[in-house]
């Protein structure tokens, strides 16, 4: 039963109305309490289910987050382990080729030594062979001596004359030994009948005569041979020598020809100079060097588009130059056919770079970002204004009323014929590339930029984006900010266009016509307020775990930023904020 107030209680003395109100109402029936109990009771279930319907969805957006959270972790390893797999690989790659030069070099080394030995070995058994043949001929007379040291033939005067004179005084035997001259050892092996080149010069305890002194035993005292004349055996031998010995060369010659000469010319062309141009080169054309090309690949292009001559040329020339040089970005006017040495100069000549490149940093303004991008590449602003000013045709978000907060900071490079569209869509683009690579789906491409737009104007660190984004996401929870009011003087500064100072005034703060001001319209801006980089894209996706409501910079020097969970906290390192101010002017 439902109880009645004292006032409605029948016999209740009632208030007595002020003056010239009217009476007051007579109590409610039973039905009309009941019906008042069910109203109340129906809001109630209604304000019950809005709650849990607000609650569920609060607990599925953390799902969200924590499922985007764990994906991107998830490829961050991934990404990880490729990039370990392919450093393993190119470590492997590059010890196996250092291990084949290696092993190369010792078979070359281990070949040369063996060649080397050869030579000697052969060098020492010819030595041998004519330390023999001397110690078996018999001594020759003075003048005999007299007449091989100074390179005579066999059938020289002085010979004869000896031979005479010997025979004269000696026997038959003696007189032969004397009178012949010694041989070579080279036409001595040619007609040596069924001689071993190859035996030991020690298998016979006595010294076998050689065919030259069998030969010398046939001729009479008086000189004359048997085989029709003095001498003319002899003669005949020398003949045979001197073709012996030219058969040998060409012998030798072909050899070198058909065995040796292709590595013997591998080997000498490793030591002639890579193929180059002469002078400065002939007409004109415009050389591309693109973000992240180092000395090789430049080499290589130059190269293949018909700047150099070889790549080679250009690395040498590069390395000959203390300090090394260093190559920008950008689009340069050379000519056909240069030099290495021209190449190089002409690329480090800022006379020679075609001005076509610009840098648009982090939190940029998308209207700052476009007069860099006229500035550099000489497209009228408004032309790129124009190509930027319907969103939706450039791939942007429903939401999107400008290109603001996807023209994403990086270093661009154009040649000189770029048109305004593709400057603006490449810049696009590239946003669009930075986030899919931090696994932002495409519906939640528009938010996470807004957000990433915050970070980047608020965050004074890397590590500092991370708890701003924690910050913004506890003040858009009414359980934890009932307000939702983010009060962020970079959303006002947008609002006005003007972020030339860091902070507002009262009343810029308190005017509602700035959509753009975060102190009296509650949840995010319409819209990014800025191009954010890729760690601020990463802040918005994955803030910082903590109970952070507020923060200020406290030193604008160092960029030390104070955050705080409570309005007191929060209150003091504004203080210190204060005292900071005072202390440097």
């Not at 009941?34 to 809001?43: L, T």
Request: glycine share 8%; aromatic share 8%.
């Amino acid at each position: 039963m439902t109880q009645l107030p004292p006032e409605r209680r029948r016999g209740s003395d009632r208030p007595t109305p002020p003056d010239g109100a009217r009476e007051a109402r007579a109590p409610r029936s039973r039905r009309e309490l009941r019906e008042i109990e069910q109203r109340e009771a129906e809001a109630e279930r209604r304000r019950n289910a809005e709650l849990e319907e607000r609650r569920a969805e609060q607990e599925w957006r953390a799902e969200q987050e924590r499922v985007a959270k764990e994906q991107w972790r998830a490829e961050q390893e991934r990404l990880a382990e490729q990039e370990w797999r392919a450093e393993q690989e190119r470590l492997a790659e590059q010890e196996w080729r250092a291990e084949q030069e290696r092993l190369a070099e010792q078979e070359w080394r281990a070949e040369q030594e063996r060649l080397a030995e050869q030579e000697w070995r052969a060098e020492q058994e010819r030595l041998a062979y004519e330390a023999q043949l001397a110690a078996a001929a018999p001594t020759r007379a003075p003048r005999e001596a007299t007449a091989v040291d100074h390179g005579f033939d066999s059938d020289d005067a002085y010979g004869r004359d000896d031979a005479l004179a010997a025979g004269a005084t000696a026997d038959g035997e003696e007189r032969v030994r004397t009178a012949t001259p010694r041989r070579s050892p080279v036409v001595h092996d040619a007609q040596d009948d069924g001689a071993d080149l190859f035996a030991p010069w020690d298998d016979d305890p006595a010294p076998r005569p050689s065919r030259s002194d069998r030969r010398a035993a046939a001729i009479d005292p008086h000189g004359e041979s048997d085989q029709g004349g003095p001498g003319r055996k002899r003669g005949r031998g020398a003949i045979g020598c001197l073709v012996a010995l030219l058969v040998l060369v060409g012998i030798g010659a072909g050899a070198w020809f058909f065995v040796l000469q292709e590595p013997v010319t591998a080997f000498f062309q490793r030591f002639e100079p890579p193929a180059d141009y002469t002078g400065s080169g002939e007409g004109e054309l415009v050389f591309m060097i693109n973000e992240g090309d180092g000395g090789e690949t430049i080499a290589a292009n130059l190269e293949e588009e018909g700047v150099v001559a070889s790549a080679e040329a250009f690395i040498d020339e590069v390395t000959s130059r203390s300090p090394h040089p260093t190559f920008y970005p950008g689009a340069y006017q050379l000519a056909s056919e240069m030099s290495a040495k021209a190449a190089l100069d002409a690329l480090l000549d800022p006379e020679n770079k075609l001005e076509n490149t610009f840098v648009i940093q982090e939190g940029l303004w998308a209207r700052d970002a476009l007069a860099a991008a006229s500035s550099a590449t000489g497209i009228p602003l408004e032309e790129l204004q124009a190509a930027a000013a319907d969103p939706q045709a450039l791939g942007l978000p429903a939401e999107a009323t400008s290109v603001e907060g996807f023209l994403f900071p990086a270093t661009y490079t154009f040649p000189p014929d770029v048109t305004a569209q593709e400057v603006v869509q490449t810049l696009v683009d590239r946003s669009f590339e930075a986030l899919d690579a931090a696994g932002v789906p495409v519906e939640q491409r528009w938010e996470t930029v807004v957000i990433a737009s915050l970070i980047e104007r608020e965050a004074g660190s890397a590590d500092d984006s991370y708890k701003v984004s924690r910050v913004i996401r506890n003040r858009l929870d009414p359980n934890q900010f009932p307000s939702g009011l983010l009060q962020f003087d970079s959303t006002v500064h947008y609002g006005i266009g003007d972020d030339s100072t860091v902070e507002t005034s009262d009343a810029e703060r308190a005017d509602a016509s700035n959509t753009y001001n975060t102190y009296v319209h509650p949840g995010l801006p319409p819209g990014p307020i800025g191009n954010p980089g890729d760690v601020a894209i990463d802040a918005a996706l994955n803030p910082a775990d903590g109970p952070w409501l507020y923060f200020v910079t406290v030193n604008l020097e160092t960029g030390e930023t104070v955050f705080s969970a409570t309005l007191e906290e929060h209150e003091a390192a504004v203080q210190q904020f204060l005292q900071y101010l005072e202390e440097n002017g």
